[in-house]
């Protein structure tokens, strides 16, 4: 018996493997692709990312996304692991494509909730399997999701 709560998991994550097979697609991405690649892409949306390292000490984040006029600005935790600052720089895209944060907010910063935290998350982890196109180590949840299983079968 699977809980409904692990059915709805592998669900999501399904979804968002499609989800983010389908952007690509739209961008003319083909894997392998990295995070400044897919941002400098949204450029012909009309959509403008300036993504820059930071300490990120004052707040304790890992990342961090504001917009401001046609501008995002995504600040990545500098001292953060290679396969980590990429993770987290595809979390804040993800806050971009999903649609989390827009130019035209008012305020500086988005309001974080626990859901689109978690949304931006699977988002991420999901593009960051398909983009790397590597069937190992960046790979943190594909490789034992239900929906990386039917993915694998599908392709074949
Ligand atoms: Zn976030």
Not at 22 to 43: D, I, N, S, Y
Not at 95 to 120: C, M, N, S, W
Not at 126 to 150: D, E, K, N, Q
């Amino acid at each position: 018996m699977i809980e409904k709560a692990t059915r709805d998991k592998w669900r999501l994550r399904w979804q968002m493997e499609r989800a983010v097979r389908r952007v690509a697609r739209e961008l003319g991405l083909t894997p392998p692709f990295g995070p400044h690649m897919f941002a400098g892409r949204l450029v012909c949306k009309g959509c403008y990312i300036v993504i820059e390292p930071s300490d990120m000490g004052r707040h304790g984040l890992y990342g961090q996304c504001t917009a401001a006029g046609d501008y995002y600005h995504i600040r990545y935790r500098e001292n953060a692991g290679m396969g980590q600052r990429e993770l987290i720089i595809w979390h804040e895209l993800a806050h971009i494509v999903l649609g989390h944060v827009t130019p035209d907010l008012k305020e500086r910063q988005f309001t974080i909730t626990p859901e689109k935290e978690y949304l931006a998350e699977v988002w991420a982890e999901a593009m960051m399997a398909y983009a790397s196109a590597l069937g190992w180590g960046l790979r943190p949840r594909a490789a034992t999701g239900i929906g990386r299983l039917i993915q694998d079968l599908a392709e074949r």
